[in-house]
């Protein structure tokens, strides 16, 4: 007699947003026998909050984006944990490398023709076979040719696009707009409501307490109801898959060694993209393959800088670079180079010292391979070129490190022209790896009516072996932490559905 679905073993590969919430629902559906393997040795994956400053920075996710439909919003929104961060992201000043501040009646002009390109993106870019950049490029300077804009100086104009494409870039992790496909960016759907909402002076670990109902503020001491579930400083290095008793071996690279009749992925596809060709045995079906091939993942980097005091005036909420072409020569070809991909420093909510900037691209990824002080000398030879205010020394300073860590490779994932041409997606990527076997009988029916059922009876199905989560299989929310949340229930579900259980109370 088969063992009863409560004992399948399942292991997480994971614990980021996406395998603790998998982990979570999975106990609430009566599994039991339920294991966390995490690389790091730390919780959290791509949610990285940390001690700095008045209380906490996020080095990764940062804010719960958007309100309705968001499952992020749901569950804090109980517990009165998010606030609104205002219009940071909106009344930045504008400064050029010459310390000119844009006057307002330019910048927020200009301002305006990339805001409106929000709103007209999403019905335009349904019948755009082209790239998002050449679509925002057109877009942009259309309307700086109407007559009302006749009187913003073209290169004034340039630099600020220049500056708002780093910033695009930041929201998709892409390095050039020109990978990214219009067509593609439609599959994102916004949530409505406030898209910049922060955790106040808590960080987004918050969330990982939630879902896993610990109590304590130190998750490396309370894990809640993954206690004795987790085990930190485990890198899985190889999967087999087509044992002949279906079951799915993981080799670790302490030398480990574990079966699980069913695997769950979270890995960032960064980590998939990296590894796949030497962690699956057998390989990747083709269709597989082509999805972790196809769909892209980028890289976004945060600097933040503590200063003894604000600097700024109270009602100042930051500024983005725009160089004039003869400044970048002071940088370009020399070991200052990487600045230029610095687009902007932002004022942080809850921590009234601290200036966050962001970085992209292959800079962003050169900037992880810096010494510190480097970095610093960097990021105050910025404060110093574009602001007129005396910069005190600051004194803390932390960056990210997304690229250079083996277990992450890169921020989060987004459409490019590759997944386009490829004709591939998020569903390609979530689909399961499957074995023929016999179909489970229903928990609901008694044991002498599972006894009487003669294997002759009992009909073949696709059991589900190895799944797929993490934000990159969210067909919709892909890139936030409400789509990686939504993909580890969905993936638990799938193998609730597999065995036929049913959530008994969720207690969230």
């Known amino acids: ?228 579930r987790v085990l930190f400083n485990r890198q899985v290095k190889h999967i087999i898959w087509n044992r002949n008793d279906a079951r799915v071996e993981l080799k670790l690279s302490n030398g480990e060694s574990l079966l699980a009749d069913h695997v769950i992925l979270t890995v960032s596809l960064g980590v998939l993209k990296e590894q796949h060709f030497q962690l699956f045995e057998p390989k990747l079906p083709v269709a597989k393959q082509r999805a972790v091939e196809g769909l892209a993942f980028g890289t976004v980097n945060k600097i933040f800088v503590e200063f003894p005091e604000a600097f700024w005036p109270e009602d100042w909420t930051g500024f983005t670079l725009l160089w004039r072409e003869q400044d970048l020569q002071d940088i370009r070809h020399t070991a200052q180079a990487w600045l230029e991909d610095v687009f902007g420093f932002y004022r942080v909510s809850y921590q009234p010292h601290i200036l966050a900037g962001w970085i992209i691209n292959a800079n962003g990824r050169h900037m992880e391979t810096l010494p510190e002080d480097e970095v610093l000398a960097g990021c105050m030879y910025l404060f110093r070129r574009f602001l007129n205010w005396q910069i005190p020394e600051p004194v803390s300073f932390r960056t990210s490190a997304w690229y250079t860590n083996e277990h992450f490779r890169g921020s989060y994932s987004f459409r490019s022209m590759d997944t386009e041409r490829l004709g591939t997606g998020a569903s390609e990527l979530a689909q399961p790896l499957t074995v023929v076997t016999m179909t489970p009988q229903s928990k609901d029916k008694s044991e002498s009516e599972s006894v009487s059922v003669s294997v002759s009876q009992q009909s073949r199905c696709d059991r589900p072996i190895i799944l797929f989560a993490g934000e990159a299989t969210s067909e919709h929310y892909y890139s936030t932490v409400h789509g990686a949340v939504e993909a580890g229930w969905r993936e638990a579900k799938r193998l609730a559905d597999f065995y036929g259980l049913h959530v008994t109370k969720s207690q969230l």
């Open 1 to 228: 007699m088969s063992k009863s679905h409560r004992d399948h073993k399942i292991v997480i590969v994971g614990a980021g947003a996406s395998g603790i919430a998998c982990a979570t629902k999975l106990l609430e559906y009566g599994f039991q026998n339920v294991l966390v393997l995490e690389a790091e040795e730390r919780l959290g994956g791509r949610i990285h909050t940390i001690p700095f400053g008045a209380n906490v920075i996020d080095l990764g996710a940062q804010w719960c984006h958007g309100e309705q439909d968001n499952i992020v919003h749901e569950l804090a929104s109980k517990h009165d944990l998010l606030e609104s961060t205002g219009p940071v992201y909106e009344n930045y000043q504008c400064v050029r490398s010459n310390r000119e501040v844009l006057p307002d009646n330019v910048a927020n002009r200009l301002k305006a023709i990339v805001g409106d390109s929000l709103i007209t993106r999403q019905l335009e870019l349904r019948h755009c076979s082209g790239s998002l950049g050449s679509y925002l490029s057109n877009k942009f300077y259309e309307m700086l040719r109407k007559p009302e804009n006749s009187d913003i100086d073209q290169i004034i104009a340039d630099e600020f696009f220049d500056n708002y494409k780093k910033f695009e870039n930041s929201v998709e992790a892409s390095d050039s707009l020109e990978e990214v496909s219009g067509r593609g960016y439609l599959n994102y759907w916004e949530c409505e409501g406030d898209i910049l909402l922060n955790w106040k002076d808590k960080g987004y670990v918050e969330l990982l307490r939630l879902l896993m109902r610990s109590r304590e503020t130190d998750t490396e001491t309370d894990l809640g109801v993954l206690e004795q």
